[in-house]
């Protein structure tokens, strides 16, 4: 912000441009500054709850610059700038020290500051218009040449420059989102219309429809932007549709006049079975029989107002007690379920079921496992599968401890072992003695059958453990 001199006001870039007053008119470069006495520079005031900058979206609290790094106060007052492009006198100070004149135009540098960080903050936070952004920035970076302050007046008109440009695309933008909600908001309207008119020709649900058209229409006031021309037309075509459906459904509740008197006798009947069912346990075919008379309830037509409403109110308060009873009843079946689920789990875990240690005591732990799992009861159904699954693990490690064990003592299978090798023995000598008598072909034919039967016999004497 800029502080103006002889009031201490603080203004806003955006709204007040225009070029920074110092204290008395900045000489420009080259010319005599003409010393002489100033008014008593006053407190410079810095953004607070009741200044502009408090109003600022996330307006940034700036450290104080540190003007002798940027400017020197000659023994006569006069006060210069430095720059890249060399010195520039920026104004006078008699009314103190150097030091003193040093720091009043380091806070009039800080005030521009402030206002640079607040065109910032305003870009970044897409607040305002980002034209009148753009044109309080170009007007700073104009007032910066002549700028009775001290501090880094390069980097700062390197900032205004680029809020300037940003400010422009963000103008771009701005315009190319309000035509896109232009656009976006006639689609909106252009789909009502077309949802109305489907309305209009082929809704039967009365009650829906109706308070479908009356939630377009409450959709309708909220969107904004749409050219006047088109809106009118969308306009039309909405409440045309809208008249239509009311045409259509005045048509249908006058002829279903003729029947209300039958849909009230009809309703009484669903009334008196819906009572008569409320205290029912049978939980699944009642729950069936409540979902046909409701069925039945909404074929039956509208009964006069007067009584249809209250028949309504009967018939869904004893459709309400059984199912709220169903609900509780389900609850604890449920409840009960996770319990038994639990205890499966409990179960699964402390019972230690080892074949390869002890195999009878192995089948006596698996026995008394499936008989305390019986007894538990039924877990939910999402629980099922795993809970089983690792059940039949144990019984099929139990079952295959079983299997090998049976192999290994099976007498028959010894037997049939020892038969294979006798055979080996009886053939080796008879191709001992085909070999003695010089029958060669005799002697490799039984070798030959030797070694069939051996590969048999090690078959065997493997199945059976050795």
Do not use: C
Not at 158 to 176: G, P, Q, Y
């Amino acid at each position: 912000m800029t502080e103006n001199h002889d009031t201490g006001s603080v203004r806003d870039p955006a709204t007040h441009p225009g070029p920074t007053p110092g204290p008395g008119s900045a000489p420009k470069p080259g010319s005599s500054p003409k010393p002489g006495p100033s008014p008593k520079p006053g407190p410079v005031p810095r953004p607070g709850p009741h200044t502009a900058a408090a109003t600022e979206p996330h307006a940034p609290v700036l450290p104080a610059s540190d003007p002798a790094k940027w400017g020197r106060v000659d023994d006569d007052g006069t006060v210069w700038l430095r720059t890249t492009a060399g010195e520039r006198v920026v104004g006078s100070w008699q009314a103190g020290d150097a030091a003193e004149g040093l720091a009043h135009f380091g806070r009039r540098f800080d005030d521009l500051t402030t206002e640079v960080a607040l065109l910032e903050a305003r870009l970044s936070a897409h607040s305002g218009d980002p034209r009148k952004t753009r044109a309080a920035a170009l007007t700073l970076i104009e007032t910066l040449p002549d700028a009775a302050v001290v501090g880094d007046v390069e980097t700062l008109e390197a900032r205004l420059r680029v809020i300037a440009a940003d400010s422009e695309v963000a103008a771009e933008t701005a315009k190319a989102e309000r035509e896109t909600v232009r656009q976006e908001s006639a689609d909106r309207k252009a789909a009502l219309a077309d949802e109305a008119e489907a309305i209009a020709a082929d809704s039967t649900q009365w009650k829906a429809a109706g308070d479908r058209l009356r939630e377009i229409l409450d959709e309708w006031k909220t969107i904004r932007g749409v050219d006047r021309k088109l809106d009118d037309q969308l306009w039309r075509r909405y409440s045309k549709a809208r008249e239509a459906f009311n045409r259509r459904r005045g048509a249908h509740f006058a002829e279903l006049d003729r029947d209300r008197a039958a849909a009230k006798a009809r309703k009484e009947e669903l009334v008196e079975r819906a009572e008569a069912m409320v205290d029912s346990t049978d939980w699944g075919p009642t729950s069936a029989a409540f979902r046909e008379l409701l069925a039945e309830w909404k074929a039956a037509g509208r009964a006069p107002r007067d009584s249809d409403d209250a028949l309504w109110k009967r018939f869904k308060g004893a459709q309400d007690v059984f199912f709220a009873a169903r609900n509780a009843a389900n609850s604890e079946r449920d409840a009960e379920f996770e319990n038994n689920a639990a205890a499966k789990e409990k179960l699964l875990a402390e019972v230690h079921v080892d074949p390869e240690r002890d195999l009878a005591g192995a089948r006596a732990a698996l026995r008394e496992l499936q008989e305390k799992w019986d007894a538990i009861g039924k877990v939910p159904r999402e629980r099922m599968h795993d809970l089983e699954s690792r059940l039949r693990a144990v019984e099929h490690k139990v079952r295959d401890a079983s299997d090998a064990e049976w192999r290994r003592s099976d007498p028959e299978a010894h037997a049939r072992a020892a038969q294979f090798r006798e055979r080996v023995a009886q053939l080796e000598d008879q191709a001992e003695k085909a070999l003695a008598a010089g029958r060669q072909k005799d002697a490799d034919r039984a070798l030959q059958q030797a070694a069939q039967w051996r590969e048999w016999a090690e078959a065997a004497e493997g199945a059976v453990g050795g």
